[in-house]
């Protein structure tokens, strides 16, 4: 048992979540090395200060700078906005340590392809927050598609949609601009991250964006409310894809349906602990999608839960993601996703703005 | 109470239920005119004879034409493959009939135009067969989006799918020749016309569409398994469309989910007797969707049943169709819908080939 | 093609219900008996007159009397209260007609012993009217159990609740006053009769049954608004059966859940169309509850569409139940469910009420 | 921020939940105390040490006693067998530290009786592990019921169903021995004490208890497989309880149906971030349960995320049992569920064997 001291750049909505998964992920899975909550980091050294007492840090930091920069900080993770991501890494990368960033992978593509530079580089271990594919759900999902069960997928759909930006009475805030918080830009990353997961790589896409309330409260809205894309797969599957920030009603509405020649699939977070399959064998009169509840028969359930159906939840995919980032650390190579495979979905969404731009498919590969 | 003479053509899926429906309608809707089931006509005299003895039917017909001509018979209910059905309503028209024509218009939109050209033309009384739109739940959500429940639509996403062709051992039988019979020809007609009933026109559609497996049992496949449209609505709001008849576990997914700017509305074929529904008001804590089990509340349901929850089922569409047919008589107009809106449905099938063949948005308006 | 001429006593909810039934059914199931409506009676002449011309009857009848006797009427259904169906079956069976009886089996179990020994005595072809169990579903259910896919029985759970009379504003109409009205007496046969034909004779009960509003609107409530039981069957499965017309939400709670030592099965009646199989084999992994939808592999499904997950409604199971009746009569002999199965489950039921009033277990079996 | 020694005796299932809540819970909830985790005891040093090292304690202890009386040890988990609770209760109000006890109370409801009375009369802080009723849906739930949202309850059906012994051939192990590892023993404690937070206390109970397959692998099995009682509540209202281990299918069926004069709540612990409420107001036509997702709105959801909809998991639960046994450490006064909440529970399933013995009702209230 090894102790490593982890610091984290970011105090809000995902900066606690991964200072708790740190905290817990030792006792859960039983880490060959340990996180120590060395420091944290904010927008300003009070805040720090607020952030290490609530959370239960040894140390505030004054900055990212000497966050990265403090000799007891072993790794770093990185949950401050899409703006920082790049030159956080950077110094990450100077001061030659493990870089966890959360998604999405930069504020642009250009920012994505520099981070991705620099960490492969100079043989940095990293990752990226992708989490939601972590649920012992999906990870079954992904198996169970990689070993068969559903045969050659021939339809992928995938939406992630919520509502909290549906009252067009709700401000014009941060929300509203820069293309990283539009939805295509804030909520597409995870689903298009499950489609390669599941389906594999994107070969085309042909997407709509748009801005479904051009003013809020009088101001003017600088990004997208929701966008869709029709996409082809390299295995030739045809897929559609939908993320929205206005869809009434929906909370955490990453769901995914796909079907195979032999079998489907359909899985929606908001019941994170079933996964829906099918299985075109046996009699006809007894087919049907049987709801499948997690357990531990699945993909890091065990660890949470010795019993079926018990259920995990949103911290504990944050806890699965420090266990593989400490883990990537021990192995001293970056476990999937890394920032490459941020890149690669941040590649699909900028093809959509540039199919939206001229209206017609665009390839989703590097040019 | 005034007895009229019903001719089918056909004695097949749909014939039979038409015929079924025709024998019941009276009793569930005491309607003004009363169906007498006259006569039936099938592809041959012996198959006609069959079906007349089967369903009820006083006489068989020898051919469509002796029916359409026969004095007893005062209303044509077409229930024979798209290729007849311009030729058996030109016939209609000649003899004055009222005429009620199975979903698709005609096998295609030359057909259609020529078809709302004929009856429109001699102004004779003419429906098309939309059943689904026709249960008390979707009815019901029709009237919730024009009282504007759910606000201004934002997104429309609608499929139907199912998976009786889904096992590429399955032999190329007729079902894998023509447009008419493809996923795109078959599935989706009703489902366009519910874009149109609940969200209203559509003025571009970008498509794909594509035969997923391209032999079957060593013949060739003419036609396709399935198809997806990006849409634009005319008021503004953004779409999608999937129909597919590959679609592995699907039976009947006759499925839309339509958001807007104060609720939204969702709904499963599979689970006809519950529409769900969400609205933005009212504490935070307890909003929520809510399953919506017809009852007599709803449109058209209480002549079926006295009890909420109780459920019509499938056929008891085609009741209310022909409820509605017998009133268009009466009141000697066509009802809503007409060949005209089965017109309206076809161009939105032909905009959508157009663009699989150009790869740009098309307009779904008549040129 | 024989004719049968139909006489229905009753133009209320069952009365009609029967009347679309066989108006329907011919069409439907390619009867070799055919009805023809006859003639219907009712509380009075005029009203008698209204329903024939409303339900498309030859005649009407000047009562219950004049119908049972009239030359054209060969087979008799009786949809008129429980205080009627005695008086009635007597005539039917001293004119010699086969006669079908909606449940209860008369007002009492008195009544009910008097009828099964009227129609076994005179050798009459007899019918009781549990349409629920003849579902697609139901049906299926009852063969996966008697096939053994479930394994062993090991417990029962069974529900009939609805929330008509949930709310105690509500006034003390005829429905508060009678055993035969209340909850036990008018809801529960269903759910009796469910359990008898699913899990098997039942062979002890232990019951509570209560007046949840003993006044309504000032006005004093005469039977029960919920009652509960658990019970012993004979094959050693522990049960319960819960019975409300106060259940509030509750539509159509016609509910089942059995469990196997192989499997189990749950059923809701408002999703009538979708059966829950749930079998103890295959990896771990893959096992949950399957989703069945309905369709052609099913019983009596067929018939009334070509397509899975189309869907039957209530009024289907009328008209399958007029198919049992007419197929009954062409046999000369008596179906499942005749009265003698309506008497076993007026038996489970008086068997509760002796529990309530001892407050111990009761036989359920005839003494 | 005060550190607080924590001492978990057991390292099983529950041993490592609480270990884990107590790693996790100052950065979840920034508690006033802040747990170290200091020492775990098992049933042997070398068990005890492997834990230790496995889940981050800071030390192993010897024996349970060494726990207890070791210094830097300020507050007692107890995670083992229910027969190890008395004494070590006993043990820790000796030396005067505050006790959380897992469910049930002891091994009997003489030991939970002598645990009450050890606790209260030493004025030690203590608290009893009923989780479930923790998520944030359930403590919803109750704050409805509590704030009239649902009227007067009429009617409460509660069920804690698993299957991991529904196989016969699973052999006869510890499981097999012992009252309090019996279904009525092991499982109900859940159910009874959400039945009491819910409806409130129960009058009288009326119980079956069996032991399904009375052998497994030859051995004879000397406890229950699953358990029903009929219940009254004080409050006037009808109930009903079941608990079963050999439940084929289902995994956790902690499941609660209430339905009340004004509304109705539905719970299922497989989908624990959904709770069904019907509102028995607004128009008939759309009223209907809703499924409203848990989220920040929710009792103790947004210290775990958030976003609503993204869900909490089993190991949340014990995080915020763990919060409340700080705080009740921190103001120095037991919080519910204290010993004395699960004394009440033991007393209803004390009941409940007595009335299977005797057949009859009886009292669950103390003599
Ligand atoms: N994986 C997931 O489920 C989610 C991921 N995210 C991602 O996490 C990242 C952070 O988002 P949230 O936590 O929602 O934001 P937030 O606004 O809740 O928190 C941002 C934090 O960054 C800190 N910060 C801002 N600028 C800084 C600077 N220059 N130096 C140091 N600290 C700075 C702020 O003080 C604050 O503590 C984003 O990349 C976002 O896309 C956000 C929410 C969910
Ligand atoms: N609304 C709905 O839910 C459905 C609508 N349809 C539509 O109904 C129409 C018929 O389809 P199905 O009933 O499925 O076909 P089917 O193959 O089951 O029956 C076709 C019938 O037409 C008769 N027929 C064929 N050629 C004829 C001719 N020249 N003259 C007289 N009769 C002729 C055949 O004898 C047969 O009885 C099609 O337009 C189809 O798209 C079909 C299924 C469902
Ligand atoms: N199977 C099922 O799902 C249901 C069965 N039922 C049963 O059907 C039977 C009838 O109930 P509903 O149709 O609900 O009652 P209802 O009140 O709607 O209709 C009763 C009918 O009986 C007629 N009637 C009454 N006394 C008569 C008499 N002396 N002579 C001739 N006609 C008379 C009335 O005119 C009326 O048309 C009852 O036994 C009831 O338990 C009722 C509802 C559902
Ligand atoms: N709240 C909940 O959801 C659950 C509660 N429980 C309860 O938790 C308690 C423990 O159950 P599990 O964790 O399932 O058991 P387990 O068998 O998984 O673990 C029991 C632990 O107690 C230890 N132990 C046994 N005898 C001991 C002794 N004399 N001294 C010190 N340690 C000893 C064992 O070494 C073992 O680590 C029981 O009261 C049980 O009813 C169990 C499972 C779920």
Same mark, same amino acid.
């Given at each position: 048992m090894t102790e490593i001291g982890i610091g984290i750049i970011g105090g809000g909505y995902m900066g606690k979540a991964h200072a708790v998964a740190h905290a817990a992920v030792g006792a859960v899975f039983d880490t060959a090395l340990r996180p120590r909550l060395e420091m944290v980091a904010a927008s300003s050294p009070a805040s720090a200060a607020r952030y290490a007492k609530s959370f239960g840090f040894a140390r505030a930091a004054d900055s990212w700078q000497a966050l990265v920069a403090d000799p007891r900080v072993d790794a770093v993770v990185i949950a401050s906005p899409p703006e920082t991501h790049l030159e956080i890494t950077r110094a990450a990368v100077a001061a030659g340590k493990p870089v966890f960033c959360e998604k999405p992978l930069g504020a642009s593509i250009a920012d994505g392809e520099a981070m991705v530079a620099a960490v492969d580089g100079a043989g940095i271990v990293n990752m990226i927050g %992708?989490? #939601?594919?972590?649920t012992p759900a999906s990870q079954f999902a992904r198996r169970l598609i990689a070993e068969g069960t559903i045969g050659e997928i021939t339809w992928f759909r995938g939406e992630h949609v919520e509502? %909290? #930006? @549906?009252? +067009? @009475?709700l401000p014009a805030t941060w929300r509203a601009t820069g293309d990283a918080n539009g939805a295509l830009g804030d909520l597409a990353p995870h689903m298009i991250n499950a489609a390669l997961a599941l389906a594999g790589p994107i070969r085309t896409v042909m997407a709509e964006i748009e801005t479904v309330h051009p003013t809020r409260g009088g101001d003017p809205v600088g990004n997208d409310d929701q966008a869709q894309m029709m996409c082809r797969f390299e295995n030739g599957a045809m897929g559609h894809m939908f993320f929205s920030r206005? @869809?009434?009603?929906?909370?955490?509405? #990453?769901i995914y349906e796909i079907n195979g020649t032999k079998g489907a699939i359909r899985f929606n977070q908001e019941d994170q602990n079933s996964l829906w399959l099918y299985e075109a064998s046996g009699p006809e009169a007894t087919r049907g999608f049987r709801q499948i509840l997690t357990g531990? @028969?699945? +993909?890091? #359930?065990l660890p949470f839960c010795?019993?079926?159906?018990h259920g995990t939840g949103y911290q504990d995919q944050i806890i699965i993601e420090a266990r593989d980032f400490l883990q990537a650390i021990h192995e001293g190579r970056s476990l999937w996703p890394a920032f490459r495979d941020g890149l690669a979905v941040s590649r699909v969404a900028e093809a959509a703005r540039r199919s939206q731009a001229e209206g017609r498919w665009q390839s989703a590969q590097p040019h």
């Amino acid at each position: 048992m090894t102790e490593i001291g982890i610091g984290i750049i970011g105090g809000g909505y995902m900066g606690k979540a991964h200072a708790v998964a740190h905290a817990a992920v030792g006792a859960v899975f039983d880490t060959a090395l340990r996180p120590r909550l060395e420091m944290v980091a904010a927008s300003s050294p009070a805040s720090a200060a607020r952030y290490a007492k609530s959370f239960g840090f040894a140390r505030a930091a004054d900055s990212w700078q000497a966050l990265v920069a403090d000799p007891r900080v072993d790794a770093v993770v990185i949950a401050s906005p899409p703006e920082t991501h790049l030159e956080i890494t950077r110094a990450a990368v100077a001061a030659g340590k493990p870089v966890f960033c959360e998604k999405p992978l930069g504020a642009s593509i250009a920012d994505g392809e520099a981070m991705v530079a620099a960490v492969d580089g100079a043989g940095i271990v990293n990752m990226i927050g %992708f989490n #939601y594919i972590r649920t012992p759900a999906s990870q079954f999902a992904r198996r169970l598609i990689a070993e068969g069960t559903i045969g050659e997928i021939t339809w992928f759909r995938g939406e992630h949609v919520e509502d %909290f #930006y @549906a009252d +067009p @009475a709700l401000p014009a805030t941060w929300r509203a601009t820069g293309d990283a918080n539009g939805a295509l830009g804030d909520l597409a990353p995870h689903m298009i991250n499950a489609a390669l997961a599941l389906a594999g790589p994107i070969r085309t896409v042909m997407a709509e964006i748009e801005t479904v309330h051009p003013t809020r409260g009088g101001d003017p809205v600088g990004n997208d409310d929701q966008a869709q894309m029709m996409c082809r797969f390299e295995n030739g599957a045809m897929g559609h894809m939908f993320f929205s920030r206005v @869809a009434t009603g929906r909370k955490m509405g #990453y769901i995914y349906e796909i079907n195979g020649t032999k079998g489907a699939i359909r899985f929606n977070q908001e019941d994170q602990n079933s996964l829906w399959l099918y299985e075109a064998s046996g009699p006809e009169a007894t087919r049907g999608f049987r709801q499948i509840l997690t357990g531990p @028969a699945h +993909p890091d #359930y065990l660890p949470f839960c010795q019993g079926p159906g018990h259920g995990t939840g949103y911290q504990d995919q944050i806890i699965i993601e420090a266990r593989d980032f400490l883990q990537a650390i021990h192995e001293g190579r970056s476990l999937w996703p890394a920032f490459r495979d941020g890149l690669a979905v941040s590649r699909v969404a900028e093809a959509a703005r540039r199919s939206q731009a001229e209206g017609r498919w665009q390839s989703a590969q590097p040019h």
